[in-house]
């Protein structure tokens, strides 16, 4: 409230200065603070977002007549980068591939879910619909190669949003866009050739460690016993580390990761302007 | 039983739509009815869930060679689903191109439909079977998780 407060004061101090001394003296000094704003929303106000539309979820499923515990977002507590290769040997040891670390957060069944299980066939219906909506109606993204994505503009997710960020079907659009861009770029860096270039000695370094994958990706199709996989992962990020695999995904999936903020560059925009406009509707609740 | 008369007549007006040359996402969403979410995972052996020809599923299916419809009646949609939707309530989930929840997968947001599977890829596991592929007609089984 007393951010909101502050804020308010300089846009009504702002508005004041645009009335006596006019728009031309302070217009530029305005352009400039713009231009200043970081591209993205930081990660604090991403959480305050999100708990925002927690908070408006939990109303409208409570008006219909259900129970909603705001629980906090589902994190992997496996690091994105150790999808390409795991390169922390401690982490290795300890976890392997993190399989059983999946396993146990998959384990933990959100209160939710608990809840909604206990109801009968028909009000685990009428729940289910008042969260996501009747029809996969009202809401469309066509992501990059095609795909045609469907999601309700009704229910209490999509009305959560709307109520946040006013625009929703740019903001469904958006985001599932957005979204993508992490499958995406996992193809990309894949595909590099600088990554192909690099396997071999990752692979000669697993060979004489006893293992025959031409790649982490194959050396993960197995399903394995847990002190296999410990092993393996423990060579895995061993041989990531002294040939020098792991700082090359690292650094590829930075570079592909900022060269597809570019190209999608207006979209990003058009999220980050509907949350800041949204945050302060976010700490008013 | 009770959607698919719905059904039915979103295949006449996506036939009809498609007598033009091009239907547009717009159109296409427009014309696809569905019933409610329940809880379960739908997939449809027709694009935008055209036909009644489905199967859901409310737990895990490590093999969609057996399934169940929504009336009960035995179906398989191994290598066979052209759309899905996922009609859970908090969760998501991955769809594999193998059985055993095995090979290339991709995962489906809650409350999401994707009407045709032609166009999306399995995207996770890029060294397993079927990763790149378009999905359709090659799901094999699907296991529910916490997020995407």
């Known amino acids: 409230?007393?951010?909101?407060?502050?804020?308010?004061?300089?846009?009504?101090?702002?508005?004041?200065?645009?009335?006596?001394?006019?728009?031309?003296?302070?217009?530029?000094?305005?352009?400039?603070?713009?231009?200043?704003?970081?591209?993205?929303?930081?990660?604090?106000?991403?959480?305050?977002?999100?708990?925002?539309?927690?908070?408006?979820?939990?109303?409208?499923?409570?008006?219909?007549?259900?129970?909603?515990?705001?629980?906090?977002?589902?994190?992997?507590?496996?690091?994105?980068?150790?999808?390409?290769?795991?390169?922390?040997?401690?982490?290795?040891?300890?976890?392997?591939?993190?399989?059983?670390?999946?396993?146990?957060?998959?384990?933990?069944?959100?209160?939710?879910?608990?809840?909604?299980?206990?109801?009968?066939?028909?009000?685990?219906?009428?729940?289910?619909?008042?969260?996501?909506?009747?029809?996969?109606?009202?809401?469309?993204?066509?992501?990059?190669?095609?795909?045609v994505v469907q999601h309700s503009d009704k229910g209490c997710q999509s009305e959560a949003q709307r109520e946040l960020y006013g625009d929703l079907p740019t903001w469904y659009a958006s985001t599932k866009v957005i979204q993508n861009l992490k499958g995406h770029r996992f193809g990309m860096v894949l595909g590099d050739p600088r990554y192909q270039a690099a396997l071999p000695a990752w692979s000669e370094c697993m060979r004489d460690r006893g293992y025959r994958f031409t790649s982490p990706d194959a050396a993960r199709s197995e399903k394995l016993t847990q002190v296999v996989e410990l092993r393996q992962a423990g060579a895995e990020a061993r041989c990531a580390i002294s040939t020098g695999l792991g700082a090359l995904v690292r650094e590829l999936d930075t570079s592909y990761d900022a060269q597809l903020r570019e190209e999608h560059q207006s979209l990003l925009a058009t999220r980050v302007d509907l949350q800041r406009r949204a945050l302060p509707k976010a700490r008013a609740l | 039983m009770r959607f698919m008369k719905k059904a039915v007549a979103a295949g006449a007006i996506l036939v009809a739509a498609m007598g033009g040359a091009v239907v547009s996402p717009t159109s296409a969403s427009a014309a696809v009815t569905?019933?409610?979410?329940?809880?379960?995972?739908?997939?449809?052996?027709?694009?935008?869930?055209?036909?009644?020809?489905?199967?859901?599923?409310?737990?895990?299916?490590?093999?969609?060679?057996?399934?169940?419809?929504?009336?009960?009646?035995?179906?398989?949609?191994?290598?066979?689903?052209?759309?899905?939707?996922?009609?859970?309530?908090?969760?998501?989930?991955?769809?594999?191109?193998?059985?055993?929840?095995?090979?290339?997968?991709?995962c489906l947001s809650r409350g999401e439909f994707w009407p045709d599977l032609r166009n999306v890829r399995f995207n996770r596991g890029s060294s397993e079977t079927g990763y790149n592929y378009p999905m359709e007609n090659r799901i094999s089984s699907h296991l529910w998780v916490s997020s995407c």
């Open chain 1, 1 to 147: 409230m007393t951010r909101i407060g502050r804020r308010g004061a300089g846009l009504m101090a702002a508005a004041g200065l645009v009335a006596v001394v006019g728009v031309t003296v302070v217009r530029p000094q305005f352009s400039a603070a713009e231009a200043e704003r970081p591209a993205q929303v930081s990660v604090d106000e991403v959480e305050e977002l999100e708990r925002a539309e927690q908070i408006l979820i939990q109303r409208c499923i409570e008006r219909a007549g259900f129970q909603y515990m705001i629980v906090p977002r589902f994190v992997d507590p496996v690091p994105f980068t150790f999808s390409y290769v795991v390169d922390d040997a401690g982490w290795a040891d300890k976890h392997g591939y993190g399989a059983a670390l999946r396993r146990r957060a998959e384990a933990k069944v959100d209160p939710n879910e608990r809840y909604f299980r206990s109801l009968p066939p028909t009000r685990q219906e009428a729940l289910a619909t008042a969260l996501n909506g009747p029809e996969p109606v009202g809401l469309t993204a066509t992501l990059p190669g095609g795909q």
């Open chain 2, 34 to 106: 569905a019933p409610p979410p329940d809880g379960h995972l739908y997939a449809w052996l027709d694009i935008n869930a055209g036909e009644y020809y489905h199967c859901r599923w409310v737990g895990n299916d490590d093999n969609w060679t057996n399934c169940t419809d929504w009336d009960g009646v035995a179906r398989n949609m191994h290598d066979r689903a052209s759309s899905v939707q996922n009609r859970g309530y908090t969760k998501e989930v991955n769809l594999y191109n193998d059985a055993g929840q095995r090979g290339a997968w991709r």
